[in-house]
């Protein structure tokens, strides 16, 4: 009985070192990601395709669903963002779906894509706004 025990305890030692290793390359893996479209990003064109509910996990008013190519290949993301309050789902549908936006996205790894509906935004990236979407941020923004 002893001798299992101590198996046992090994077994669970192993398997909470292995848990950490998970986790650890977890972290890694997002910053790694983060560091990317941070440091190596590049711009294209978006449109949006669909306004939804926020998920259980995301926060923000509204979900933007939006699709984007680059090299020939579709990529699809979404933007959740607190926008001025008073938006309709059905305002936010009429206003976005189906317009084009720029879009960053990391060089290396491009289908973690955002769009760039805000200068707030936009401005992490250094990038100006065309001024035919800054019609839009001030309508999302409240300006």
Not at 106 to 121: D, H, I, N, R
Request: proline content about 3%.
């Amino acid at each position: 009985m002893n001798d299992f025990k101590m198996v046992n305890t090994k077994i669970n030692k192993i398997g909470g070192y292995i848990a950490a290793a998970i986790l650890i390359g977890l972290v890694i893996f997002l910053f790694y990601k983060g560091y990317q479209i941070r440091h190596h990003f590049a711009f294209t064109t978006g449109r949006v395709v669909e306004i939804t509910k926020p998920g259980w996990r995301n926060s923000g008013d509204y979900s933007v669903l939006f699709e984007y190519v680059v090299k020939g290949k579709m990529y699809g993301n979404n933007n959740n963002y607190n926008y001025c309050s008073g938006q309709s789902r059905a305002g936010m549908k009429s206003l976005l779906v189906g317009k084009q936006f720029p879009v960053v996205y990391a060089v290396k790894e491009p289908s973690g894509g955002f769009m760039l509906l805000t200068q707030q935004y936009a401005e992490k990236y250094k990038y100006q706004l065309p001024d035919s979407v800054l019609y839009y941020d001030s309508v999302l923004t409240c300006k």
